[in-house]
Structure formats: structure tokens, C-alpha cells
């Protein structure tokens, strides 16, 4: 089975500071890669996906992702922090090779974004 | 209007009641998942269902029962509550595509077992 690995389950910074928030997976075969956000008393929508050649992802609200295989890693990024950002962020995985479409989360992290 | 609709959003309920939760969407996605979301722990999957007639269990579904009754809805049910099934509970949808494919998440319906 899948393992995703969020290093920090709370991270806080200031308003137009760096966001940097980390994913680990553990499969041998790179799977796909998720992130999802959990706003407040909402359900998850997506925030990008990695699924083809391109490394570097770029998602909504100015957010993106880079995959490194060397590193299995898929580290979500954003250059300067909203309040409005303060959410839950969710990494998940697939297996590439599966018709099954099953996802396997993280534990999650926290943001807190500081006036 | 939501594409994917959960009732009820909030139910507290006693242990040793039967609990259904009930999951609709206008999507017209084939495939469907139930989810519980606990603090620390991210989501973990109840049961999945690709289409009417294909059921399947998730990583913990020991305590839970499920019934897709159309394509376009999908209930989950708790046959005699317990403590422990305190949590919010997720359903989401996605197409046939696969491993690759966005999952789409309902509001959450969260639930506590006294």
C-alpha cells in the first residue's frame, strides 16, 4: 500500500511570507500526486495534480508543486502567503498502475497565516 | 448548487443506534467513496463503489455498511454506533478514468456518538 508522509502538521508564517509545506511518498514506482485544501467547515477541492512529464505544477491560487523523484517528494509552495490561505492542505497519492482511482492521504497540515 | 450533496451536515447520536448517512451527486460520476476524516490522521477509506453493482471495502470498514442505490447516490450506514465512529465523514466522487482522475468532495457530515 501507498505511504504519504506530511512532515509538520502545523506550520504558521506571516502574511507575505513563503509557504512551504512537505510531502514524502514511499513507493518505489513515482505514483500520482495530489494536494488538496480543507478550508473551514468545507470539503477538500484540489489544489493541483501531478500525472505526466511535467515537474513542475502549477495550481490554483497561486500555488504549485514540484516533483522530485530523487527525493520522492512533492513539496507544495506558494511565494507570498493570504490570509486567506489559512486551511488544512492534504497531500495524496495514487498508483500510476491501478484502474482503482483509490487516493491515500496524509495526515495533513495546518497553515496559520499571521497579519 | 452543489455537485455533491451530503445529509445530514451535522447528527449527534447515542451509542447502539442505527445511523445513516446519505450522499447524492449531480456529477454523473461512476465511481463513489466514503471517508472519515480524525484529527492527525487525514482521511482513511470507509468503502468505494464504481458502479451499482460493484461494492467495495476500504481500509476500515469494519463497523460500516454501505448501499449504492443509483449512480447517483451512495449511503452509509452505521449499524449500531460506537464512540469510536465519532468523526466527519466524506463522500466524493470521480470519473472512470482511473488513478489520474480528481476526486470530488462533498460539505462532510460530522457526527458524534455520546
Known amino acids: 500500500a501507498q505511504s504519504v508522509t506530511q512532515l509538520g502538521s502545523h506550520v504558521s508564517v506571516s502574511e507575505g511570507a513563503l509557504v512551504l509545506l512537505r510531502c514524502n511518498y514511499s513507493?518505489?514506482?513515482?505514483?500520482?500526486l495530489f494536494w488538496y485544501v480543507q478550508y473551514p467547515n468545507q470539503g477538500l477541492q484540489l489544489l493541483l495534480k501531478?500525472?505526466?512529464?511535467?515537474?513542475l505544477v502549477k495550481g490554483i491560487n497561486g500555488f504549485e508543486a514540484e516533483f522530485k523523484k530523487s527525493e520522492t517528494s512533492f513539496h507544495l509552495t506558494k511565494p507570498s502567503a493570504h490570509m486567506s490561505d489559512a486551511a488544512e492542505y492534504f497531500c495524496?497519492?495514487?498508483?500510476?498502475?491501478?484502474?482503482?482511482?483509490?487516493?491515500?492521504f496524509g495526515r495533513g497540515t495546518q497553515l496559520t497565516v499571521w497579519p | 448548487d452543489a455537485d455533491v450533496t451530503q445529509t445530514p451536515r451535522n447528527r449527534i447520536t447515542k451509542t447502539g443506534k442505527r445511523i445513516m448517512l446519505e450522499c447524492s451527486q449531480t456529477?454523473?460520476?461512476?465511481?463513489m467513496y466514503w471517508y472519515r476524516q480524525d484529527p492527525g490522521l487525514g482521511l482513511r477509506l470507509i468503502y468505494y463503489?464504481?458502479?451499482?453493482?460493484?461494492?467495495n471495502k476500504g481500509e476500515i470498514s469494519d463497523g460500516y455498511s454501505v448501499s449504492r442505490q443509483a449512480q447517483a447516490k451512495f449511503s452509509l450506514s452505521l449499524e449500531s454506533a460506537i464512540p469510536n465512529q465519532t468523526a466527519l465523514y466524506f463522500c466524493?466522487?470521480?470519473?472512470?478514468?482511473?488513478?489520474?482522475?480528481?476526486?470530488?468532495f462533498g460539505p462532510g457530515t460530522r457526527l458524534t456518538v455520546l
Open positions: 501531478y500525472t505526466s512529464a511535467a515537474t
Open positions: 463503489s464504481f458502479d451499482v453493482k460493484d461494492i
Open positions: 456529477k454523473g460520476h461512476d465511481r
Open positions: 466524493a466522487t470521480s470519473e472512470r478514468q482511473g488513478a489520474r482522475d480528481e476526486q470530488f
Open positions: 513507493s518505489s514506482v513515482p505514483p500520482y
Open positions: 495524496a497519492v495514487s498508483d500510476r498502475g491501478s484502474t482503482l482511482g483509490r487516493l491515500y
